[in-house]
């Protein structure tokens, strides 16, 4: 077959496949819209280079946990609990071993320290949860109208009832206490 | 479209927000479809899409060039799909599935013939080496040009097209 005729069947499939995309993933991306997009910061440039070099994780991860207690620090250091949270995270995901790629720990931080800024009353679980258990909830914050959004500790996430969040809950107790 | 995409890039290195927005309505179903293309399923491709933009907005001082908006969210999705390779390796790419003929004057036979190639080249595709399907998809399914699509790949244009002749390549011989 020519190329020619490989590159219209190619592009024929590309217009024949083209499933539907589900309808709310937009707005799921958009709430995760900082308020502030980050500018150019020495610090985070550093974190980027790391995860781009692909060196040591754990080093990655102090390295990480050392330039949050930095940027802390350099803004005043009034969040010292949401600090304090983000470094329990940081640290019981390098204790367990769970620690896999730089971005997914600083995505989660980054979504905690974000949710808490907005104002929005997060449940965190990261000092609690069983961290083999891809289904545990790592963090939980109300909606406006009634509903949960729950963060795993895979890093999906996904808008629950009150009877499904009790549920997941019940399920994540239980998987910790057996 | 052009000029609206540069000024889009233009607000973003800002740091504005509703530029934010706007990027995510643009995009979001192309990067979708990317990551389903490269032969992620369809939870894998939504948390990939979410994944790809919640890095853009954290590498807005990497967007250089305005004209390479394209490219430059491409390779900052290109780079997600292939970490979740690289942390899955045991698992296959999966390739789409029922496509769509519309009805027309074409014959049930020449329908099912066409829907037969489509399908025979689908599993092709989602058999070639993650790199050179990577260039198929980005330029012949996801319509990037040659310098977009090698700016998204990290590569330079020559190395694109030489990796893209390989992959017609395997294509061609697979598909007959």
Same mark, same amino acid.
């Given at each position: *077959?020519?190329? @020619? ?5 190619l592009? @024929?499939?590309?217009?024949r ?15 995760r ?13 550093t ?50 071993g769970q620690?896999?790629q ?12 974000? %949710?808490?800024?907005?104002g ?18 790592? *963090? ?11 963060m795993?500790?895979? %890093?999906?996430?996904?808008t629950?009832?009150?009877? @499904? ?6 399920? *994540?107790?239980q998987?910790?206490?057996? | 479209?052009?000029?609206?995409l ?13 530029a &934010?927005?706007?990027l ?9 479809? +990317?990551?389903?293309r ?18 853009a907005?954290?590498?807005t ?7 390479? !908006? ?13 970490q ?29 013939a !066409? ?8 599993? &092709? ?5 993650l ?8 330029? +012949?399914?996801?319509? !990037?040009?040659? &310098?977009?699509?090698?700016? &998204? ?6 190395t694109?097209?030489?990796r ?6 395997t294509?061609?011989k697979?598909?007959?």
């Open positions: *077959m020519r190329e @020619e005729k490989l590159g219209q069947l592009s @024929e499939l590309a217009k496949s083209a499933e539907p995309v589900r309808p709310g993933l937009a707005e799921d991306i958009k709430q819209i900082p308020q502030h997009l980050p500018l150019y910061r020495a610090g985070r440039d974190i980027n280079i790391i995860i781009d070099l692909r060196i040591n994780k754990l080093a990655a991860a102090a390295v990480i946990i050392l330039t949050l207690l930095l940027f802390a620090n350099f803004l005043g250091g009034k969040d010292s609990n949401g600090l304090y949270q983000d470094s329990k995270l940081v640290a019981k995901y390098l204790l367990s620690i896999t730089g971005p997914d720990v600083a995505a989660a931080m980054l979504k905690y320290k974000y %949710l808490t800024e907005q929005k009353d997060v449940a965190f679980y990261g000092d609690i949860i069983n961290p083999q258990d891809s289904n545990a909830i790592l *963090m939980q914050w109300r909606l406006s109208d009634g509903r949960f959004r729950v795993f500790n895979d %890093l999906r996430e996904k629950v009832s009150p009877a @499904e969040l009790i549920k997941l809950q019940t399920r *994540m107790l998987g910790k206490a057996r | 479209m052009e000029r609206r540069d000024s889009l890039a233009e607000q973003l290195k800002k740091g504005d927000p509703q &934010a927005s706007e995510v309505d643009t995009y979001y179903e192309g990067i979708y479809l +990317y990551m389903r490269l032969g992620h399923n369809q939870q894998t491709s939504e948390d990939l899409t979410q994944e790809s933009f919640m890095r907005w954290q590498h001082e990497q967007l250089q060039n305005n004209s390479a !908006l394209n490219g430059w969210l491409y390779r900052i999705a290109g780079n997600a799909s292939r979740y390779w690289r942390k899955h390796k045991g698992r296959n790419a999966v390739s789409i599935e029922g496509f769509e003929i519309p009805h027309g004057q074409d014959s049930e036979d020449e329908k099912l !066409l829907q037969e190639q489509l399908s025979r080249l689908s599993s &092709a595709v989602a058999k070639l080496p790199k050179l399907r990577d260039v198929v998809v980005l330029h +012949y399914m996801q319509h !990037l040009s040659i &310098a977009e699509a090698a700016e &998204a790949t990290g590569v330079r244009k020559g694109f097209k030489s893209l002749n390989r992959a017609l390549k294509l061609r697979e598909f007959g």
